[in-house]
Nanobody, 127 residues
Framework: QVQLVESGEGLVQTGGSLRLSCAASRRIFGYYTMGWFRQGPGKEREFVAS????????YYTDSVKGRFTISRHNADNTVYLQMNNLTPDDTALYYC????????????????????WGQGTQVTVSS
């Protein structure tokens, strides 16, 4: 069992930055692809970014490429999402997720492939 706790919520203006953190309750290095998803007002949950358990591979949805960076620090079981140049369209509840995998280079955008989810942290971008 892996418990995930997100932090870093905030209210920023358009063009601002935020850094989200996701702390895992146990060792996530090895066997867990990590991902960030978000759900905006009146929208379905969507994939944002994924990182392999080695940290060597990353994958982003098109709308955040060049603005968001996912990273992980396996020594302290934490995953980050650095978000720059934020726009109101980025307003959402952001979720961290962990997906068990035997592939060290695996990245994953499908929510069904993730086994554990955090409770979410709110990001609000004002215009």
């Amino acid at each position: 069992q892996v418990q995930l706790v997100e932090s870093g919520e905030g209210l920023v203006q358009t063009g601002g930055s935020l850094r989200l953190s996701c702390a895992a309750s146990r060792r996530i290095f090895g066997y867990y692809t990590m991902g960030w998803f978000r759900q905006g007002p009146g929208k379905e949950r969507e994939f944002v970014a994924s990182i392999s358990w080695t940290g060597h591979n990353t994958y982003y949805t098109d709308s955040v490429k060049g603005r968001f960076t996912i990273s992980r620090h396996n020594a302290d079981n934490t995953v980050y999402l650095q978000m720059n140049n934020l726009t109101p369209d980025d307003t959402a509840l952001y979720y961290c997720a962990a997906g068990h995998t035997a592939q060290p280079t695996a990245i994953e955008s499908r929510p069904s492939e993730y086994n554990y989810w955090g409770q979410g942290t709110q990001v609000t971008v004002s215009s």
